[in-house]
Every structure is written in C-alpha cells, then in structure tokens.
C-alpha cells in the first residue's frame, strides 16, 4: 500500500521555481559524499537542472536510512525494487550497495546516457562512480509507460517528488499503471519535505 512520510515544514523566504529557472547558475559540477543507511555514496551534483534533478534533495536522507533499516523484511533479496524521480539517483546507487540485485531508476526524459548534462548520463556516472550496476529509464510521466516498467515491481521508492501540484495528475496517472503492472502486495514508499515560502 502508499505509506507517506512526510518530514517537518521548513519555511524559507523568496525565490520561486520559475525564477529559479530564469537565473540558471553555470553548468558546474561537485562530487559530493552522503552518507545513507551507515554507506558512503558519491554524487555528482550540478548548478543547475531544469527538472530540478541536480542534487541530492532532503528526502533522499531519510528514506535512505528507512530502507537500511528494513533490509531484511521490505527490501529483501530477489526484490524488484523501482526508484520513481531518481533525480541523481541515490537511492539506486544505496540499494545496489545494500546487495538488492534487481534495481531500476527513472526520471524525466531529457535525452538518454550519451546526453551530456541529462538525468540519465548523470545516473550512469553515479553508478559507475560507486561500483554498482545501472539500469536507468528516462521515463516522463504521462506518457505510455516502456517495457521495463510495465514489469511487475515489488517495491517502489521516490523521495520529494510532490513539489509542484501542477505535475500530480500525470502523476497519479503514471502510479495508477506502475501499481495495476505490479503485485497485490505491492509497497510504495514516498517522503516528502514541504516548502513553504513566506509573505
């Protein structure tokens, strides 16, 4: 079933996506080291994305830690495990650490692995970076769903993917065809951090 965890409020002052997107920083990169249920994972991080898939995003920290902790009762091994909105991918990159073998990651489609700059080149980087396998789909929601997905999933993970409500009925369009594809006892996991911006 859909447990959702959502953290505190943070009440932060000024900026909207919009601006953000008309005040884009230069296409540099960081590697960074988070650090997820007791594992080390480098990221690497841009100034700047369109989709907002740039970085690592609150969320990611806490659900990481939940799937370390239930290693062995919802993450199990020979779990077919999706991560819904990867952005950088670093729940991928933690559960393939933490041994799940079967590990897919998809996020908006702005090109595939050989795309400079897009969320699928980013991913592949991050996996090979880590020393873990990959299997990335750029998937944008809405659309019909790919092979791959149409598949049955025993898992589905996505952390601060509610952000903007313009998205949520190609959203909840995507969900209702993952969930129809995937088994009866399927679990999806969604945390969120709300941002409110002050008058």
């Given at each position: 079933g859909l447990i959702p965890v959502v953290l505190d409020d943070e009440r932060e002052e000024g900026g909207s996506h919009e601006e953000d997107e008309h005040n884009e920083a230069a296409q540099?990169?960081?590697?960074?080291?988070?650090?997820?249920?007791?594992?080390?994972?480098?990221?690497?991080?841009?100034?700047?994305?369109?989709?907002?898939?740039?970085?690592?995003?609150?969320?990611s920290t806490l659900l990481g830690d939940f799937i370390g902790a239930h290693r062995d009762d919802v993450f199990v091994d020979g779990a077919r495990v999706l991560e819904l909105g990867c952005?950088?991918?670093?729940?991928?990159?933690?559960?393939?650490?933490?041994?799940?073998?079967?590990?897919?990651?998809?996020?908006?489609?702005?090109?595939?692995?050989?795309?400079?700059?897009?969320?699928a080149s980013n991913v592949l980087h991050n996996c090979e970076r880590n020393a873990v396998a990959h299997c990335h789909v750029p998937y944008t929601w809405g659309d019909e769903l790919p092979a791959v997905l149409s598949e049955p999933f025993d898992v589905i993970v996505a952390s601060d993917i509610l952000l903007y409500v313009k998205s949520y009925p190609v959203l909840v369009w995507t969900l209702e065809r993952l969930m129809s594809a995937s088994r009866p006892d399927m679990r999806f996991f969604v945390v969120c951090k709300r941002r409110l911006k002050l008058d």
């Open positions: 540099g990169y960081e590697e960074r080291e988070h650090t997820l249920a007791g594992h080390v994972v480098h990221i690497r991080e841009f100034a700047f994305h369109s989709h907002n898939a740039n970085f690592v995003w609150p969320g952005g950088t991918g670093i729940l991928s990159v933690l559960m393939r650490k933490l041994g799940l073998s079967t590990v897919v990651s998809s996020d908006c489609n702005d090109g595939d692995e050989s795309t400079p700059g897009s969320i």
